[in-house]
């Protein structure tokens, strides 16, 4: 015996699924992956022992992890005696011990592989495997199922999924350069036919010659059983169908039935990896797999071993299923519903003659149990049986029974579904008052929900009422099954039901006036529905727009960002990433870091719930994306926050997952729950949390997707961040709202203490905005209303007033009082109006109280009692939009008297007629200058050097007027009247 040293312990017998591969390839020079994917190809890394049923077909067990023949029963090639010779490890030895049958293997392998050194690493590999099978050489058949094996080893070194998850990489074996085109389509086809020591496709490809079909069942590759291992039927019809498991490989199958002195064959052979089937043996003939019950049935044998359910993969199922579908359909008279759906077993179980499709070891006179205790029969009913159209019952009560009816029986081989599902319905209450059917042959299922996928309440049978049932929404499906003989009275029942709310609340804002000058309190009104289930909770946000983007105070728990500036606001800080704002959206696009980090400051302690409110979409390239937000972080600059929740959404696994971080760890997530988050596309995520209850929602399109409350929440925190792993990441828009009552105190000043911290731009766009958003117990999601807010709380700019029409003056010899004075601004709300008045004081109103003068920059007004030498002072008020207003005070002016014989000329002048509806005239003996002003000091006529004409006044409107004449530095008032 050769001496080596094996430095790894020896592994106990049932570790399987611990066994370190990557150890052993530290000793030996060997290709990536051989060890795991040969184990798995021929035992999935299972250890066969003693304990493994022999196959009823007679078939060798192997040995070991690495499925190893040591008795061939003259057949098979002892291919453990070679590993044995090459290795130095002696069978006996590699029994006792996991590690010793990986040990030897991989010694034999390498020095099997060193001398097979011309050609690729998968021509290498394949010459190999070839070397270590134990299918016999001889025929093609034979050589057809040692390159199954072969080529189940070499997809799994090709696989990604399975490198990855064994931790080697994945080769790139070219498979066409191994087997040639032809065969490599064979290899790789969903059903092969073997007739007399052919291998060929349903298309008629031949494994290497030329051959013709010659089976029944189209998709399968036809390679035929020896002569001597099968029979006539001998004019006994086919009227059932036996499920086998082999208790080995596909391709030992496939070959253990050339074996002459096997006396053993069975009609089709199925492979776990890809569901390929063979057809070995004519349905018309007798293929002999189950004793006394051959002449009538037809036996498949399933690839691998009763103990070890991950043989029975998805693909044989649909493979298997199909194949029965089709000999159902083939004239048989074999009905597809009665297919066993009962549990599996591990022991022998006789079934009567009703169930047509079942396994070996429910047919009389057997000792063998496959397919054993992990078959799911009922999946395999379900592949084989279409669903029945269903029967819709929509009334929201009423009352069900079987098909035969109050008081009669129910029908043989019936399979019906009755779908309780009232529109709107919350959930549904089903009392039986009748239930009995045939003990262990006739079941009802009741499931919660609207398909035989819900979750499964109960199955019933015999006396066994289901009693009374309720469902959990607002669905309940009935499925009732009854096999070829033996009826009873069957079922009745009655339901009612509970309508859900399914409406969304609506909510309202208001607000005082049109525009806001300070602290205000904004008013909201919610409502559900009538009947509704009510508001549950209420959140607002309040924004500001500085002119060129809306965003809002973080330091008062709001904030907004829709990533439309040129450069990050500085609230953000980029940790680890690489984050960018480009085309209206926050985007990380490092699909390498598993851990990226952009994050903001955020108060989360004003109010008791908060709602985080962002659209975005996950993607990359890879196949562990996934991404999410922190809340409430502590130290946002910890690899975990330091202390926080934060929400995950898992592309690739297709999961929502909530976590709960303390001192920078997290363990399992308090939510684990599937979901479609489909790459690359946006969603609406709102996520609120109330730190006080400790309750989380996640809405995902205004959809409850998951909840969970914390017991002991945490209460605090001042920071939020986004999150990627392994993914890129884009964010276009994100609000933060806090929970309200029905009114809140908004603050507006340009301070950070502050909500509102801005004034309106200009008068037409306003700087603050109030959004409001409601949900109800039944977790239904208002829309968001908006209320946009005008701001203005600075008064208008205005600089300068002065007495007299266009120059200030300080003396007056008119009883025509004038003030001028410049224009006022107010870039928030604009300028409403100047307002007048007059006084004997500066300030004062007792000559004229305020007036409305317009947006003009003069005034006039006529003193109806001049008082002379007295100052008199005018004050103008400049008013904003908005209310606010600035005023000016001019420095007087003296009304000064001093009669002479101009004066006295004037006091001649005439105006008549007076009263007049259509002209006066003026009689003077000079030239003077004349303007005429209305009751309100607007000036309505006016002419200079004037004498003699005629003033017309047809078009003014009735009332008293002053008529001001002045020649130099004396002035006379006329008053006239117009009727």
Not at 5 to 31: C, D, E, K, R, W
Request: proline residues 4%.
């Amino acid at each position: 015996m050769k001496k080596f040293a094996i430095v790894l312990a020896f592994l106990p017998l049932f570790l399987i699924g611990q066994i370190n591969f990557s150890s052993y390839y530290m000793q030996h020079t060997l290709p990536e992956g051989i060890l795991e994917a040969y184990s798995w190809a021929h035992t999935h890394m299972q250890n066969i022992d003693d304990s493994y049923l022999e196959s009823c077909s007679g078939m060798p067990l192997p040995y070991g992890v690495m499925g190893l023949f040591d008795n061939g029963k003259n057949y098979f090639i002892e291919n453990a005696a070679l590993v044995e010779t090459l290795s130095g490890i002696s069978i006996a030895d590699q029994k006792s011990s996991v590690s010793l049958q990986i040990e030897a293997f991989a010694s034999a392998f390498e020095q099997l592989y060193n001398q097979n050194n011309q050609g690729s690493t998968g021509e290498r590999i394949y010459q190999t495997l070839l070397q270590l099978s134990e299918i016999p050489t001889s025929g093609m058949v034979n050589q057809y199922a040692r390159d199954i094996q072969a080529f189940e080893v070499l997809k799994l070194l090709n696989d990604p999924k399975f490198a990855q998850k064994h931790n080697f990489h994945p080769h790139s074996i070219d498979y066409i350069e191994i087997f040639g085109a032809n065969n490599f389509e064979i290899l790789s086809a969903k059903r092969v036919l073997l007739p007399q020591g052919k291998v060929v496709t349903p298309l008629g490809d031949e494994y290497l010659v030329p051959a013709n079909r010659t089976a029944q069942y189209g998709p399968a590759l036809w390679v035929a059983a020896d002569p001597s291992n099968y029979s006539s039927r001998a004019g006994t019809p086919v009227s059932a169908i036996t499920i086998h498991t082999i208790q080995g490989s596909y391709g030992g199958a496939i070959s253990w039935a050339q074996n002459p002195t096997a006396n053993v064959s069975y009609h089709y052979v199925i492979q776990s990896s890809d569901g390929q089937v063979t057809q070995m043996v004519l349905e018309e003939d007798k293929a002999w797999h189950v004793g006394s019950e051959n002449p009538y049935t037809i036996g498949y044998e399933h690839e691998g071993f009763v103990t070890d359910p991950s043989w029975y993969t998805e693909e044989m199922y649909i493979s298997s299923a199909d194949l029965s579908r089709d000999i159902t359909q083939s004239g048989y008279g074999i009905n597809p519903l009665r297919t066993y759906f009962g549990p599996a077993s591990d022991v022998t179980d006789l079934l009567g003659g009703c169930t047509k499709i079942k396994g070996h070891q429910h047919y009389a006179n057997q000792t063998h149990t496959d397919p054993g205790i992990y078959w799911n029969w009922e999946k395999y009913y379900r592949l084989i049986n279409d669903n029945p159209a269903i029967q819709a019952v929509t009334a929201t009560s009423g009352n069900l029974t079987d098909s035969g009816g109050s008081g009669n029986d129910y029908s043989d081989d019936e399979r019906l579904l009755w779908l309780i599902q009232p529109p709107q319905t919350a959930n549904i209450t089903l009392t039986f008052s009748t239930f009995e059917t045939e003990l262990d042959w006739d079941y009802l299922y009741i499931y919660d929900g609207n398909s035989i996928n819900s979750p499964l309440i109960g199955v019933y049978t015999g006396t066994n009422s289901p009693g009374t049932i309720t469902s959990s929404g607002g669905s309940l499906l009935l499925e009732f099954r009854s096999d070829c003989a033996t009826t009873a009275p069957g079922w009745e029942a009655s339901y009612t039901s509970v309508q859900v709310d399914a409406t969304s609340p609506t909510t309202g804002i208001s607000v005082p006036g049109t525009w806001q000058t300070t602290d205000f309190t904004s008013t909201f009104t919610d409502q559900d529905n009538a009947g509704g289930s009510g508001i549950e909770q209420s959140f607002y946000h309040v924004g500001h727009y500085d002119g060129s983007h809306w965003s809002a105070n973080p330091s008062k728990g709001f904030y907004f960002d829709d990533f439309t500036t040129a450069s990050f606001q500085p609230v953000w800080t980029q940790q680890t990433g690489t984050w960018q704002i480009a085309g209206g959206n926050l985007s990380q696009t490092d699909e390498g870091l598993s851990n990226t980090n952009i994050y903001m400051g955020l108060d989360q302690t004003l109010s008791n719930n908060y709602l985080y409110h962002w659209k975005g979409s996950i993607g990359g390239s890879g196949t562990n994306r996934r991404a999410g937000l922190h809340i409430l972080c502590d130290d946002p600059t910890a690899i975990n926050r330091q202390a926080s929740y934060f929400i995950w959404f898992r592309v690739d696994d297709n999961k929502i997952q909530f976590y709960r971080v303390d001192n920078d760890n997290f363990g399992s997530p308090l939510v684990d729950l599937p979901y479609q988050i489909d790459p690359n596309t946006v969603y609406d995520f709102k996520f609120s949390f109330d730190r006080i209850s400790g309750e989380m929602l996640l809405f995902i399109d205004d959809v409850l997707a998951a909840n969970w409350t914390d017991s002991n929440p945490i209460q605090s925190g001042n920071y939020i961040s986004f999150r990627t792993g392994n993914a890129s990441m884009t964010v276009e828009e994100l609000t933060v709202y806090r929970s309200r009552n029905p009114s809140a105190l908004i603050t507006i000043g340009a301070d950070t203490t502050k909500v509102i911290r801005f004034q309106n731009p200009n008068p037409n766009t306003a700087s603050g905005r109030i959004q409001s958003i409601t949900r109800d117990a039944s977790e239904n999601i208002s829309s968001i209303v908006t209320e946009l807010i005008n701001i203005d709380w600075t008064q208008p700019l205005f600089a300068s007033i002065e007495d007299g029409n266009t120059a200030d003056i300080d003396t007056t010899y008119s009883t025509t009082l004038e003030a001028n004075w410049s224009t006022a601004t107010d870039p928030n709300s604009g300028l409403q109006m100047y307002e007048i008045a007059i006084g004997t004081t500066a300030g004062a109103t007792d000559v004229l109280n305020w007036t409305n003068g317009g947006l003009v920059q003069t005034y006039s007004h006529i003193l109806a009692s001049p008082i002379y030498d007295q100052i008199y002072y005018y004050s103008v008020k400049a008013t904003n939009n908005a209310g606010l207003d600035s005023i000016l005070f001019s420095d007087g002016q003296r009304l000064v008297s001093s009669l002479n014989v101009t004066e006295n000329e004037l006091e001649q002048i005439e105006l008549y007629p007076n009263p007049s509806q259509e002209y006066f005239t003026l009689k003077t003996n000079k030239p003077v200058d004349v303007k005429v002003f209305n009751a309100t000091g607007q000036l309505v006529f006016e002419n200079k050097k004037y004498a003699g004409q005629e003033i017309q006044v047809s078009h003014w409107a009735e009332g008293v007027y002053s008529a001001v004449i002045r020649e130099g530095n004396w002035v006379v008032v006329k008053k006239l009247v117009v009727d």
